[in-house]
């Protein structure tokens, strides 16, 4: 298996404009995670999905943050419209179902530049 | 909510030498798992080692044990015989377990510690 696709890997923009990252999981794998790192915070959980549903969103920082997941092997994140504050690594991880040594596969992240 | 401190921003250890990197965690809950993450430069996130609460026995994965001390709150990482290769940041991680249903499958992670291994 190829392990956990993100695109792109790196992502340069300007403020007010419309950023998406992909993610495409593990096959498999029921659950889909979203983290998001920077300096100040560290890694934090933004939104995981069960089964392609948004089970807690509660770590999105606010409504300028979407995402979705269309079907099971893909997973976006949008930023609409974008911010310096947003500059980060994002990463996407995907993990099995309810088996307790569950792991979290990591992707390789994207590293979001809002100029 | 859970919290997970790692005190050492950045740590140095000679080629060959052993290192130990501190964690600890705050949470009420008394069954949950414990995970050390590697970030190498390559950003790629690693999982190195995981314990389980309700084991006594300490994890090790070959060069890599902890020192769970549950009662303190404390997991930390010893490194032996350093390689080159582990340089890279190292994250304390933290998740409930959950019984039935969704449950949170959350990790909480550690701000981190950069390790350098000199050689």
């Known amino acids: 298996d190829a392990g956990v696709i993100q695109s792109p890997r790196h992502e340069v923009t300007e403020m007010g404009q419309e950023v998406t990252l992909r993610c495409k999981p593990i096959s498999g794998h029921d659950y889909l995670f979203w983290y998001r790192q920077t300096m100040m915070r560290g890694l934090e959980l933004l939104i995981y999905?069960?089964?392609?549903?948004?089970?807690?969103d509660s770590g999105m920082p606010e409504d300028r943050f979407s995402a979705k997941m269309p079907n099971a092997s893909f997973s976006t994140l949008k930023i609409q419209p974008s911010e310096p504050r947003d500059s980060a690594v994002y990463f996407c991880a995907s993990s099995s179902g309810l088996a307790p040594s569950y792991e979290q596969y990591f992707g390789p992240g994207t590293r979001l530049t809002v100029t | 909510a859970q919290t997970v401190t790692q005190s050492q921003p950045e740590m140095s250890v000679q080629e060959a030498e052993t290192v130990t990197l501190s964690c600890t965690y705050d949470t009420s809950e008394n069954n949950y798992y414990l995970f050390w993450y590697k970030q190498p430069p390559s950003r790629q996130m690693i999982l190195v080692i995981r314990q389980e609460a309700y084991k006594q026995q300490n994890a090790t994965e070959n060069r890599f044990s902890v020192n769970f001390q549950k009662a303190a709150k404390s997991f930390s990482l010893k490194i032996s015989d350093s390689q080159l290769g582990d340089t890279a940041m190292y994250f304390c991680?933290?998740?409930?377990?959950?019984?039935?249903?969704?449950?949170?499958?959350?990790?909480?992670f550690g701000k981190g510690t950069k390790l350098s291994v000199i050689p």
């Open positions: 999905f069960n089964n392609n549903v948004p089970i807690d």
């Open positions: 991680a933290f998740r409930e377990r959950a019984y039935s249903g969704a449950g949170s499958y959350q990790l909480t």
